[in-house]
């Protein structure tokens, strides 16, 4: 093997498949700044983005009561999610935190998309009665903002909007570890603020962390 054939296997080997959601539901936002900004960085570094876009998503939010047994059939823009998410080796979401938890339309996504038979087993149950999850190896990303500081988060509110992604959301169906980016406040930063989160954000786009 030449040493020129070896260093593009090695890029290759080094590069990350990445599902990007921008889980904001407005059109402009930070949240959606953020997300763009890792793209490009992630992009400009080699590794395969596929990028979704809440605002842009049209999907009825509502799970309704057919239950798991009978759900309604997914749109086109959440069985591309799904089939992204199957995809991908590492998920990054961005998302504000609202009233102490993620938007409505975010949630909305979630029980609409994670699905029996696609993200997790209620066929096969551990020895606690969970379901084994089917999205297992991969890793995720979270870009949370707020205008509670993250000290506070922790002190005050127990990192509660953290447990549920980490834990009762993404590692529910087996996209683990969570790592969690803050940046607080986010109501109205001033811009050179923004530059330095932004500048944080590149640095774990280049290395798809």
């Known amino acids: 093997m030449t040493t020129v054939t070896f260093i593009r296997l090695e890029l290759r080997m080094s590069t ?3 599902i990007l959601l921008n889980g904001h539901p407005g059109r402009t936002s930070l949240n959606k700044t953020l997300a763009e900004t890792y793209r490009a960085a992630a992009e400009k570094a080699g590794h395969e983005v596929r990028f979704h876009d809440l605002a842009e998503m049209s999907f009825d ?18 069985e591309a999610l799904v089939r992204d998410l199957e995809w991908a080796e590492h998920v990054v979401l961005t998302t504000p935190i609202w009233w ?13 998309a994670l699905l029996p038979g696609r993200t997790f087993n209620t066929r096969k149950l551990s020895a606690l ?3 084994e999850p089917m999205l297992t190896g991969k890793t995720a990303r979270v870009l ?6 993250p000290v506070f988060l922790r002190l005050f509110y127990s990192n509660a909007i953290k447990k549920i992604l980490a834990r009762q959301i993404l590692g529910f169906v087996g996209i683990k ?4 980016t ?3 406040p986010a109501s109205h930063p001033e811009s050179s603020r923004v ?7 590149r640095a774990l786009g280049a290395r798809a962390a």
């Open 182 to 184: 803050s940046f607080a």
């Open 100 to 112: 102490g938890a993620i938007p409505a339309k975010l949630k909305g996504a979630f029980d609409r």
């Open 16 to 18: 990350r498949k990445i």
């Open 144 to 149: 949370l903002t707020s205008d509670t500081p």
């Open 195 to 201: 530059g330095e989160w932004c500048e944080k954000v």
């Open 177 to 180: 570890p969570t790592r969690f």
């Open 61 to 78: 939010m509502d799970f309704g009561e057919g239950g798991f047994g009978d759900p309604k059939p997914l749109e086109p823009d959440l």
């Open 129 to 131: 009665g969970l379901p």
